[in-house]
């Protein structure tokens, strides 16, 4: 599943559909994530810049609003007029007025009331799936002495991978996985480099000393990843040309079968040129054999 980019919603129309697809929402043109989910009889709505994503020493702002009712965050986004910029304003508010032990803001509107959370997190701990932000992490230029999660990250997000796969994860539900193959097949580079930079704890390389060799990508002992590391690109490009071969294996059979047919009557018959033939005598604007003679 790829990540959903939008435009910045401005308007109801624009909240309604935004609503509707659930999940992470990143906005292309103000470089920001939006979630909005309802929890049981509560909702809630998470915003965050992420600008700053993957970078040292800057921060990424975020805050999530819990709302009471199901309707608090809609009327929250109706009173700030479906902006933003207004929203991020009245978080800011309402938190700068907290003490130091305090934590949790609080958002009045006319009929509502919502809880406020500060979100921020540092750059190189916040992901975004932007290409603004994925230029942040440079290519690999060669196979690093000591492989670290950052330089993972890197080749993650310039597909410098090939057959990128879950090897075996385990749970405490040992039945489950079993039925599930231990849910060992095919993942996205990017949602590993999302767990990888919000979530770096307990991850731990099997180094790949030579380009094509294996990478291993873990996770404590309970969750075991691989990869192939290609940062020239020949493997990528091995695979295009045989995708290749096989798209055109089809005409090259029927090129050999016309060769054969050649062969043994002298002759090829033009089907299409047939064809295109008999579709002018039918046409309407050719002139009937009656038409010619008078």
Known sequence: MDFKIIE??????????????HGDLYTGDTQKLISYMTMGLGSQLLIKDVKNAFKTG???????????????????????????????????????????????????????????????????????PLPEALKTLKPLNEIPKKWTLRHVNRMLANEQYM????????TDDYAMDAAHNYYAGEISGLYLLKDLTESPSGWWISRADKDGEQLGINCHHFDYKQCLVDLTGKLRNKARSAENVKITEPAKAVFQSNEAIESESGHVEDSSKNAVAGILMMSPLTSSPSARDH
């Open 8 to 21: 910045e919603p401005k308007t109801s129309a624009d909240w309604c559909n935004a609503a509707n697809q």
């Open 58 to 128: 800057v921060e990424c702002k975020g805050y999530s609003i819990d709302g009471d009712e199901d309707d608090s965050i809609s009327q929250f986004i109706a009173e700030c007029g479906y902006s933003v910029d207004k929203m991020v304003a009245r978080c800011e508010e309402a938190l700068s007025i907290l003490s130091e032990n305090e934590y949790k803001g609080i958002l009045q509107g006319t009929s509502w009331s919502a809880s406020v959370y500060d979100r921020t997190s540092v750059g190189i701990r916040s992901f975004s």
């Open 163 to 170: 057959k990128l796969e879950t090897r075996d994860r385990y």
